[in-house]
């Protein structure tokens, strides 16, 4: 009783499971333990008088602790506009996983020579859109993921796991300014995820503001039978065409192959710019 009273817990207090939602009152991290997709029960100390275990969670990964906050971003001094063209289809090949390099803000051009296209390892690459932030942060937070489950489990990840888990991580954050549209090819699987937690696998996708165009390419002479290097200038038209129409989309093409063996570069020559 004594050391209750010095340790000030007279006061039980009101024990509650650690939500796992961000729009919750939780200060726990969707990235703790990420890969324990059991829902977390409540969690206490037995010598502590069953006082609840605390958890330090750095400050950029705090959850905001109502749903109120979701509505509170800093406002901008004017609107930039982001547009690009990024694709990825199967074929009996493997996977073909293109796009652009320009990095669009507004009407200006901020970069043309940026890799909207990731490897996060050596069967799996990961074509970005939305907000270049978000994107490069999301994909270093997936790398790092996916390289601990390996170290933890000695064995990789799959594509379809880790497409759930990028989801789960990113579901949190719907309804916020986050924006976030990654396509995850991997030599036998194309998994689509946004940053509102939606996850859609399929045999094509093309994400950006030039995509509509890219679509139109695609579906005139995609096929199942197409050989390597028709699979390859098929991908480039698409995205040759699409930055040609596309105001938010330009200069080089840049594009990966992805087989059973691995994925390799198979970027667009530089007489090819644009």
Known sequence: MALEDICNF?????????PFYASEDTSVSVFTEAFNFKWRGEMTSKKASDVPLEFHVPSLFKRPSSRASHSVSVRRPFPLSHGTTTLGFIFQGGVIAAADTRASAGGLVACPAVHK?????????VTSSGSGADCMLWERILTREIRLYQL????RLSISGTAKLLSLMLHPFKGTDVCVALTLCGWDKLIYVCSDGARLQG???SVGSGSPYAYGVLDRSLSWSLNKEEAILLAREAVFRATHRDAYSGNNVDLFHVTAEGCRNNAMKPHFVF
């Open 10 to 18: 007279k006061d039980k207090p009101t024990h509650k499971t650690f």
């Open 117 to 125: 296209i990731t490897p996060i390892h050596s069967h799996l690459v």
């Open 152 to 155: 933890r489990h000695k064995r």
């Open 203 to 205: 045999d094509i996708f």
